[in-house]
Nanobody
Framework: QVQLVESGGGLVQAGGSLRLSCAAS????????MRWFRQAPGKEREFVAA????????YYTDSVKGRFTISRDNTKNTVYLQMNSLKLDDTAVYYC???????????????????WGKGTLVTVSS
């Protein structure tokens, strides 16, 4: 069993930055492709970013490319999401999730994840 705990959310002005962290329990962290998803009020949960097992490959949804950076430290069992140039539309609860495989198709669906964190709220104000 793996537990994921997110931290680092908060209130930030548009244009500002935040760094989210997701700490995993156990000793199998490097076996998982780690994802970040987010869910805004009244909207479906959507994919934000993912990183491969050793961090050699990263993936982003178009709306965050060039602004967000996902990284991981397998020695610390932690995945990060550096968020720069934040926009009002980035306001959401951010979740990290783990699955052992990459998606079979082009879609980074939230379905089929092995583990989820409880989320951390990011609020971007004008």
């Amino acid at each position: 069993q793996v537990q994921l705990v997110e931290s680092g959310g908060g209130l930030v002005q548009a244009g500002g930055s935040l760094r989210l962290s997701c700490a995993a329990s156990g000793n199998t962290f490097s076996s998982y492709v780690m994802r970040w998803f987010r869910q805004a009020p009244g909207k479906e949960r959507e994919f934000v970013a993912a990183i491969s097992w050793r961090g050699s490959s990263t993936y982003y949804t178009d709306s965050v490319k060039g602004r967000f950076t996902i990284s991981r430290d397998n020695t610390k069992n932690t995945v990060y999401l550096q968020m720069n140039s934040l926009k009002l539309d980035d306001t959401a609860v951010y979740y990290c999730a783990a699955a052992q495989t990459l998606p079979r198709g082009p879609s980074w669906s939230p379905d089929g994840m092995d583990y989820w964190g409880k989320g951390t709220l990011v609020t971007v104000s004008s």
